[in-house]
């Protein structure tokens, strides 16, 4: 049974993911009729309170809430505490005293929606959006439901699967919670890049970790490229973007050393032409746009199921499917 | 003149009891118990007698950040931890880099009037780094400063840090250095390690402490020089001093009782008030720290006490200050860690924790070797007649239970909250007169 928050994928347990991304498939069912909308969250009040940019996720969330009849409010704090502007803690206390039911929080700093959760500011739910390099937990279930959709038919987990994540892990939020949530759901994960980009520690995460993308693509059922950032360029990271992108990027004669049925991820933003070739972000065998419409589903299945909508309610929604 | 004062029955490095007599600001007699008067009584049976403690590594925060800790509230704080003698890091605002600063700061101890208050003065101009600050002119002063340090910050050029040993030979200084590249450690939340890549925090891998503190040893031999190494917190440090002071080098090494108590497993609470720096490492780091101790590789025991107003901890981890209070749990943590049975020092606290401790060798880890490291003549003296009357009394009867709204820092930013702690201070005497009593201040 999940909890009131969902701060990290490493929280959560098989049968709790399965429940989300079964309840996420309903939902996506539910949604595919002409009338969008559930009654389920009306009168409950959800934010967004972004202290980063990102539009895509923020809008995600939004029409997930949206879709639930909540009322929905985006706080854009510019900036953070760490710039001047008005701290954490009070803007945690201002949407506590307007009665907030769930905050759905993206920071730049590791660890914000821990403390947004257990520093006694606020009362309601905690949805953790994206922490600096640590976690981006509905990401990876957003990738485990589009991955369960391809590979398993939509149910049940990911027991067997293989699944390489190329590119920036040492950086990604997504690498950790994807690495935590698919090894809960049974799937075998590689992270691979150059050593520079891979965490302390790395060999020791339930992983394998390789530095060569050619030896691994032959044997994936799905690769996940994630966006690499030109600025590790000036820490040294790598060279630069070209050798980049010769060594790890994906283009399609390196597609073509993957299985016939596998598939390609990318949480997006993509750089073109850098992690991926416009060819493979174009191809068939990617499924970006897909991962975009099950987040809003995804979403849908966590709100509903931390702010207390229950499944049995779900299904007399859904009768007509 | 002020009256005689007689502390009864207190045990001298936890030895058998004696009765101690103080007039003026000297111990008098050493007694049988029962033998002595004087006009004034302090009660200290069972309680152990230690040489008072001096601290060399302690942020005082005035001028500049009055509302972390002033001098008087943090010569309190000293006070009610059993020091008699406090060094005040320099990084202040102004920075503490002329002798108009440290003069300031001296008066104010005095004026204070608890401890003693000994400026350290900066290596370089504003810490920045760049330009030696006028280490000459700061040693004349009235406040004669001999331990100068740019803590907080690693004096990394190696020709300044060269010239910087050099030059304080001249009046017998000691330079302090806070070891840590700063290239290795930019944006460094946490011990780098397994933890930090699972938790997606930047690391500060000990290979930053450690190459700062080889090439230093190495320095102070070429130039012949006293070099101090602040808070050592890693294995790998303690191998490189306890190589360099195998080959006869000058260095003298300092551990702070959060190095030797509390690992980083903490950080996972993303909770800012175990953000410190050097940051708190792993189990092995401890132990080795706790060994080093015990053998001598590490010379003294010192707080790196760093208040911070709430709203530097209330916050995410990223902008929280580094730093932790220390002044008023040293003794506590020090009496489990530093015991005869290295075995024995628990990290859980319990009164039995104090059994086996070790109180010789905690006087000469807390009191006569940093006395010695910062030159201050009248602290660190032996519990004898004639010795300057600096005394501090501990009851190992009873336990602390550490609450930060009751420290008497002006901050809260305790790690230990909610601790258990062995002991407590009972009195504390400085320079004759008692400035702790019965546990609260005189």
């Known amino acids: 049974m999940i909890g009131r928050h969902l701060l990290s994928a490493q929280d959560l347990t098989s049968a709790d993911a399965v429940r989300i991304l079964d309840t996420a498939g309903e939902l996506a069912t539910v949604t595919d009729r002409s009338v969008k909308k559930l009654p389920t969250l009306r009168g409950r009040t959800v934010v967004t309170l972004f202290f980063e940019d990102s539009t895509r996720t923020r809008i995600s969330f939004e029409l997930a809430a949206k879709r639930l009849s909540a009322d929905v409010i985006n706080f854009a704090a510019k900036g953070s505490s760490l710039s001047k502007g008005e701290s954490l803690k009070d803007t945690a206390l201002t949407l506590e005293a307007m009665g907030a039911d769930a ?157 016939d049925e596998a598939i390609v991820l990318h949480p997006g933003p993509m750089n073109r032409g850098v992690e991926i070739s416009a060819e493979v972000a174009d191809s068939p065998r990617a499924v970006v746009v897909e991962q975009v419409t099950n987040g809003v589903h995804v979403r849908m299945a966590v709100l509903y199921l931390l702010l207390g909508g229950r499944p049995e309610e779900l299904m007399v929604e859904g009768a007509d499917r | 003149m002020s009256d005689s004062i007689l502390v009864r029955a207190g045990r001298p490095y936890g030895q058998e009891p004696v009765d101690i007599v103080i007039e003026g600001d000297r111990i008098a007699a050493i007694a049988e118990v029962g033998t002595a008067t004087a006009d004034r009584v302090l009660d200290a049976q069972g309680c152990v007698v230690l040489p008072g403690l001096v601290d060399l590594h302690t942020h005082l925060r005035e001028p500049g950040r009055e509302h972390a800790e002033t001098i008087e509230s943090g010569s309190q704080a000293a006070a009610l931890g059993g020091f008699t003698c406090v060094h005040a890091m320099a990084n202040t605002s102004p920075v503490a880099d002329t002798a108009g600063v440290v003069e300031q700061v001296w008066r104010r101890g005095i004026e204070c009037g608890l401890v003693d208050v000994r400026p350290v003065g900066a290596v370089t101009v504003g810490l920045e780094g760049r330009q030696l600050a006028e280490l000459g002119a700061m040693a004349s002063s009235a406040a004669a400063v001999r331990v100068f340090s740019d803590d907080g910050l690693c004096v990394h050029d190696p020709l300044l840090m060269r010239r910087a040993l050099e030059y304080v030979k001249a009046f017998d200084g000691v330079v302090a250095q806070h070891a840590q590249d700063p290239r290795l450690t930019e944006g460094a939340q946490m011990n780098e390690s397994e933890l930090s890549g699972r938790l997606g925090l930047a690391g500060w891998p000990a290979v930053a402490e450690e190459s700062i503190i080889a090439r230093d040893v190495l320095l102070a031999a070429h130039t012949g020089s006293r070099l101090h190494v602040c808070h050592v917190s890693t294995a790998g440090s303690v191998e490189v001093i306890r190589w360099a002071k195998s080959r006869g080098m000058p260095v003298t090494a300092e551990a702070t009782p959060h190095h030797l108590l509390l690992t980083e497993e903490l950080v996972s609470t993303f909770d800012p008030v175990y953000k410190v720096n050097p940051p708190l490492r792993r189990r092995a780091d401890v132990e080795a720290l706790r060994a080093a101790v015990l053998d001598g590789t590490i010379d003294i025991i010192a707080t790196d006490h760093a208040p911070h107003p709430r709203e530097d901890k209330d916050c995410e981890w990223a902008a929280a200050a580094m730093g932790m209070l220390g002044l008023e749990t040293a003794l506590g943590i020090a009496a489990q860690v530093v015991t005869r049975d290295e075995n024995s020092g628990s990290a859980d606290g319990g009164a039995d924790a104090t059994d086996s401790t070790d109180w010789q060798a905690i006087a000469q880890l807390m009191s006569v070797a940093p006395a010695r490291i910062g030159q201050v003549a009248d602290q660190g003296q032996p519990i004898e007649p004639g010795s300057i009357a600096n005394l501090a009394i501990w009851d190992p009867s009873v336990e602390t239970t550490v609450s930060g709204e009751r420290l008497a820092s002006r901050s809260g930013n305790t790690p230990y909250a909610g601790f258990t702690l062995p002991g407590a201070v009972r009195h504390v005497l400085f320079r004759g007169r008692p400035s702790v009593v019965d546990g609260g201040l005189a």
């Open chain 1, 103 to 259: 905050v759905i929080i993206r920071h730049g700093a590791s660890g914000a929606p821990y403390r947004l959760a257990n520093a006694g500011w606020i009362q309601g739910s905690v949805i953790n959006a994206g922490d600096g390099t640590h976690e981006h937990p509905t990401q990876a279930l957003l990738d485990a439901f589009t991955l369960r959709n391809h590979l398993r038919a939509g149910s049940g987990d990911l027991a067997g699967a293989r699944v390489a994540i190329v590119g920036d892990i040492l950086h990604s939020r997504v690498a950790r919670s994807n690495v935590a949530l698919l090894r809960t759901l049974g799937a075998q994960v590689t992270v691979v890049a150059p050593p520079t980009l891979l965490p302390y520690g790395v060999h020791t995460w339930p992983c394998d970790v390789s530095y060569d993308i050619d030896d691994v693509l032959p044997h994936v059922d799905a690769v996940m490229m994630l966006r690499v950032q030109a600025e590790r360029m000036a820490g040294s990271y790598f060279p630069n973007e070209l050798e980049y992108s010769r060594r790890y990027g994906l283009d399609s004669r390196r597609m073509a050393l993957m299985p």
